[in-house]
């Protein structure tokens, strides 16, 4: 019997958005809070919903190509009206969802928690309440907060490990009133922004959150250069990274020594991504490192140290020089490489070494 023939889902479900069947990051994170159960809605929301790792009981709504945050909050809220504790990932889509469907359901919205739980009444006929912690300041504050009665949660992803379910979940189809081709008054009067054109990501500057493809940089991408010399190769990077359809991410020991910008540093703290491929250049794989990783279906590990802990979770270990191989790649592609830098390519890196280090 699915959820719609009880006329109730369980007393808290993460709201999740499928963009062409993917998943935005923090989804499984957002699953595991409601406790496993999901509803995907989007676009593929089916293929979605079966590539959910946390969920055991999921839903699943096919709503078309394109996001029309204000339709879909009219159509979600009175399927969703009875659920006490609704998370959603504090994804772009999530977050533009989150507050119209608090909105519509007339209950408060909690943004960018960490942690949240729902507390049951503690006598007949109390109403549930719901208990978070909520991230301020960059992350630079956790402030308890309790709901009294339901509430709409964004979780930020990176907040909280997740334990892949036992079992087969249940799947089911939900059956929702279409949204293709509907006006905004059939759904309830709702402005939706109007979408002229949907730009294809700048590989070079987009979020690292929404890339499918990361290939990052870390301290073995440059022994013995110089900053100068380590920026022009964390520029080669980015655009190497480019060309393989992929955007650039670093460690923090990158992005501390001003290497490359902080808005591509991986990690817990930085930012947690969860690519398809995922191409580790010159990384130790600390945990601090790996805690932002998501779980990437391919992981290739560059370093010269073969029993490293990067090397030891990759799909594909190369035991070669991390720089040597990147200007390979740059001249495969055709990514022009400054001078100074193709000419020290040619030498061997401990020969690099030591003329860094004479200079
Ligand atoms: C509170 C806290 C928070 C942190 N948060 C983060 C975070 O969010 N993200 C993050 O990344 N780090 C974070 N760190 C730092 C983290 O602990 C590690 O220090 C960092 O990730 C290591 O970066 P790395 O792999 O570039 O450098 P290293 O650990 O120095 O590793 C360099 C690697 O390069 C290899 N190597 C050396 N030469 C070559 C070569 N020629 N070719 C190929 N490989 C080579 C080495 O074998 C080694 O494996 C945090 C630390 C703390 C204490």
Redesign the pocket.
Known sequence: MSAQDRGTFPDAVAVVVARDGRLPVGADEAVAEAGGAAIVIGSHAREGADSLAAGDRVWWAETGDGLRPGALAAMLAPLVADISLIVMPASPDGRDLAPRVAARCGRPLVARAVRSELIAPSGDGGTPRVRATVSRIDDRVLVPVTVDGPAVVTLVPGSRSVTPTAGPATVEPLLVPALEGSTDREVGAVLDPVVLAVLEPDLHTMDLADATRVVAG????V?GADDRQAEQIFDLLIAVAAEMGGSAGA????TDAGWIGYER??????VAIDPHLYVA?????????VG?LGTPRHIVS????PS?P?TAMANLGLV????QLLLELARRFGVAVPADEDSAGDLP?TARHAEAHRG
Not at 265 to 270: F, K, L, P
Not at 320 to 323: L, R, S
């Open positions: 870390g301290a073995g991408l022994p460690t923090r020991v990158a540093q991986i990690g817990t703290t930085g250049l010159g990384v130790s794989g600390a945990a601090q490192h932002g560059v370093n010269i140290d490293c990067m070669t020089d991390a720089h890196s």
